[in-house]
């Protein structure tokens, strides 16, 4: 399982939060679960960058926060998508299409490009 | 899994703590995963290691989140505080808007204030703050010469003390010396005498300031035996040769002679001591007068001198080698023992003696304005207790004192503001008017702006005052206890001690209009005495007028002579002009010209020490137009001309002073004006003294010479007839012109006139004073009718019960009276010695009396007792009218 993880590129771990939060409210150790789940088993976010990437989100918001019960019962601390982070996932999904697009078209060329100023 | 919103509002109760909550955070995940490793079929134990193991470092993360948690805190405290003050903002403008006249009052009583201290300080900030208009100004300095023995100050520099300045100087990078004068401008237009100052070399140096057009003076046409080259100025230019772009090069007419125009100096550029705004300025060596007395030096120290400091001396430094080069002069030159040179930063020159009244108005509006703030924290102080019903429902509510505290300070500051935005109207609509406090030089050099220094000013000062107004109501309309005030009904539940500071602040009111009345008072007493002075002389149906002949075309003293003889003889064919005659210089109006004499006969006086005395040139019928009577011996006649022995009538006061117990006449007095030398001259008459100088100092020594016998370049005309200004003016300026018709005729004006003219700066800073003391008694009255008018309504009760157990009304009222007469004593006990304490800042301002004039503080302590006494007339009345029936049965 060790050698299958992948290390998160800069920057993807938040639009990763934020799209596990579009199916409803999470605490942090569902959204880990949820993201593990979802990727089958090669996404693991570690909690070192886990919780400071979901206070930043709060702090800059796109995340909303509020203290609410587990499912056994213990307190636990609730986040939200706020309509602003709604919009900020809708548009980096749509950079990350792109992007992946691109790396995509690079990494599986089977030709090199044609000269570019043929005329 | 829904949200519960339980622990949020627990979390709300206890208020936010950042950390905690962090730490509850990560402990619920470490859990969750040891949950979920039992599940997968660990031991307990070993689940918890391994789920620690998987968190990594709790703490660095716990720090992290801590961090950002406090950063959210205090950004959320911001955003309550914003819309905290909003909700203030609504609030307070609502409760104003529900008391309008309370709000009138108020914002009126601010404007006043604020009004009066902004004025007053764009006038400062025009004179004593802002810099001159030069090039780095604070390395300029004047250099001036005073005589310590003879109490003489800051009198120009003879020529040779000047080169010898310029040429070794350590401390200055350049050094100009100026006089001014006026020339007469022909072939262009109407002839016209324009303003002109002869400077030397360095003169544009020292400025260090550039020419609008062509080019400054420069070293060369300093020489000796240069072409003569003029630098016009901006408004002349525009004037008199309509804005011609390639004037530099053209010749001009000055005096009969040719000049070549250099340059044109922007209307920026302004000459200090000489400032006109139509003026040229010419080489000192090409000067038709003064390039005379730079080869022939007379013993008069007549230039003003300018220096720039050299970057790394201080004014101090130069001021210690004025000090050295003295002596050293004095043994090179011998008529310069006895004076010292001495140097002073040009700005504190320039604006020498406005100083002192600028800083006496200044005070003035200071305490109108701490008057004002009395009047609006009483005003408040009532409002208060009107309002403590309010409050007292507020805080019962859960308000907190301080957002109470805060909510009041921002009424008043929002009362504050609209006080000072009315005040900056009233600074505005007065401020061309204020001019006048300057003297016409000062006014062109400073001109007095609602700048934005001025405006920051007067938002600050209104943001204190209402501070200041507010700081005691605030604080008892929050100490006040609310259980007692809903309780009790309005106007009853209102603590003792806010009655106490209203009758303080009354009482603080008439200390402060004490003061303020005194200073206007004394300036008042001391101006009625200046104008009562008799000058000496009798002006009215006295016309004057100046003619100046042009030196290069009248260059002998005969023709001077030849042309007075002519003018008056041709006046005097009038019979209706019959009483004229030329002189110069004319008391007061002009400048005095000061010369040493002796006495023949005496013993030579000490080195360097001197006799002075002031010295006019002047016809036979001078002495009769100017009413100046003839107390021994006889006047001139037309026979003491220059065929005749040299004579002179002195004053009454240097016979005094020089012939104690002896007959002056027939003494010999040794003295000559340029361009005479030394004469010696027979005294033939002793007349009346004359304040030659001005009506506020002394009359001094005179020695009258006969115009026949002592020409000047022309002279001033005076003419005694009761055909009105503009008639006499008319035929003074036909018989000129049928003399010479380019000969200018100016300053035209009816002797009173320029008279009253010389006292319009102390007028109008009296006339200034009187104003803010009449706004400083009218504010103290409404402060004593406040204070009383509220106690009279707070004791109705009180007074039914009197007036029920058979007190008269005339005792009711006097017990109102009283009251007042309480505040009234204290006010004076406090304010009569802080006036007298702080008067004597204002002796130089005084003439005639001392600052601690019984009958002013008298009056003043009069007006306030009757005004105190108005003041309680309308409650007292209100008092006596009560109906101890309705008072008893109101509660």
Redesign the interface.
Known sequence: MDKNRLDLFRGTLDVLILKALIW??L????ITDLIRRQSDEVLLV???TL??AL??L??KGLLTA???????N?????Y?LSAKGRRQLRQEMQTWDAYATAVAKVLGATQPPLPEDIG | MRPNRLWRRYDRLTGADPAADVKDELRFHVEATIDDLIVQGWEPEAARQEAERRFGDVRAVQHIGERMGEKMERRKHLSEYWSDWVQDLRYAVRMLAKAPGFTVVAVLTFALGIGANTTIFSVVNAVLLRPLPYTNPGRLVSVAESRPETSITGAGLSWPVFTELQDHTQVFSAVAGLAGHALTLTGRGEPADISTVAVTPDFFTVFATKPLLGRVLLADDGKRGAAAAVVLSENLWRSRFGADPNIAGSSVTLDQRTYTVAGVMPVSFHTPFFDQTEQMWIPLVQDPLFGGWTTRPPQVHWMAVIARLRTDVSVSKAQAEMRTISPALASQFPEESGWVLGTEPLQRVVVGNVRPQLLLLLGAVALVLLIACANIANLLLTRATSRSKEIALRIALGANKRRIARQLLTENSILGLLGGAAGIGLAWWSMSALALLLAPGLRQNYPIRLDGFVLGFAVVLSMAASLLAGLAPVFYAVRSNPQQSLREGAGAGEARGSQRARSFLAAAEVALAVIVLVGAGLLLRSFSRLIAVSPGFETDHVVKAEISLPRFQYAKPEQWNAFANDLMMRLHARPDLRNSAIAAPLPILDGAITLPFVISGNPPLAQGTADTANYVTASPQYFGVMGISLMRGRLFTEDDDDSMPPVVVISQALAKRYFPNQDPLGRQLIFGFTPQGHISRQIVGVVGDVHDVSLASKPGPMMYVPFAQAPLWGGEVVVRSRLGTAVVADAIRTATHAIDKDLPVTEIESFPGALDASVAEPRFRTLLLGVFSGIALLLAAIGIYGVVSFSVSRRTREIGVRMALGASPARVMRLVIGESAKLLLLGLAVGIPAALALTRFMSTLLFGIAPTDPLTFGVVAVLLALVALAAAYVPARRAMRVDPMVALRCE
């Open positions: 409803g409210p605490h942090g150790y569902s570690e909690e070192g919780y400071p206070w930043r709060e702090t509020e203290w609410g019960l587990s499912e056994n213990r307190k636990a601390k609730f939200q």
